[in-house]
């Protein structure tokens, strides 16, 4: 059992695979963290000897029973560890079949705009609230894209979740800077990585995506990040000493 003391209380959503599961593994290898992970399937992590952590199934397609969950879990690791830092990494997201908004099924949109807009919203409001009597500084990440700031036919629910999510960082920020002790707030995008959505869009029907090409391109010449390079990049973002100085940034600086 890890008994260093608590200095980092780490959330992170969509940690079962992916650049998620990198993320929680690295954060995993850091002494004195506290980590939460979050995946709508089983979360498998190998830490250094001692380390634990703890593992959630959630559907992120129904975030509220899962606020409620994690505002009292914050609650209690604050009440424990009340000076340590306290984050939240949201990366959980889907991509729904690539092809024209007008094909797409109701039920299918409404799923989309849940867990890549609803649940970054609800989960954001749980971990301010829940995390309020820290003395601690506290982070919220919010894992966005650069289709949520260049639109991209054949991916219009994806674009529009991800662009409402860097509008959210924006507003809340705002709200942050007026608290005492305000969270810091800053949606990210994370660079091109090798995960199965970059697989999604390369294999995608090109008459229903027209830059099917282009992502294929991207796959032969080499220039995916790994999830482990790209996990190295957000952490260094999530440390650096100006975090929430931009809310809205890609891992390459400023946007």
């Not at 498998?44 to 000897?49: A, E, Q, R, S, V």
């Not at 820290?134 to 994806?158: D, E, F, N, Q, W």
Request: with cysteine.
């Amino acid at each position: 059992m890890n008994t260093a003391p608590i200095q980092h209380i780490v959330v992170v959503t969509g940690a079962s695979r992916g650049l998620g599961h990198a993320i929680a593994s690295q954060l995993l290898a850091q002494p004195g963290t506290r980590l939460l992970a979050i995946a709508r399937s089983d979360t498998t992590l190998i830490g250094p000897p001692g380390q634990v952590y703890e593992s959630w199934r959630a559907d992120l397609a129904d975030p509220v029973p899962l606020a409620r969950r994690l505002q009292d879990w914050l609650e209690a690791a604050v009440a424990q560890s009340p000076d340590a830092a306290v984050s939240m990494i949201h990366n959980a997201a889907m991509l729904s079949a690539p092809g024209w908004l007008a094909a797409a099924s109701d039920a299918e949109l409404s799923v989309s705009m849940r867990v890549n807009l609803e649940a970054p919203l609800v989960l954001s409001a749980a971990f301010l609230r829940s995390t309020a009597a820290s003395r601690g500084v506290r982070k919220l990440l919010l894992i966005s894209s650069g289709l949520g700031r260049r639109a991209m036919a054949g991916a219009v629910p994806y674009c529009a979740a991800k662009a409402g999510m860097d509008h959210l960082a924006r507003a809340l920020a705002l709200e942050e800077a007026q608290q005492a002790g305000g969270a810091k707030v800053v949606s990210l995008a994370p660079g091109v990585i090798a995960t199965d959505m970059q697989m999604q869009l390369r294999s995608a029907d090109p008459a229903l995506f027209p830059e099917q090409e282009r992502f294929a391109g991207l796959h032969a010449s080499g220039a995916l990040d790994s999830p482990e390079t790209a996990a190295a990049k957000v952490l260094r973002v999530l440390s650096s000493a100006d975090f929430g100085s931009e809310p809205v940034t890609d891992v390459r600086g400023s946007a």
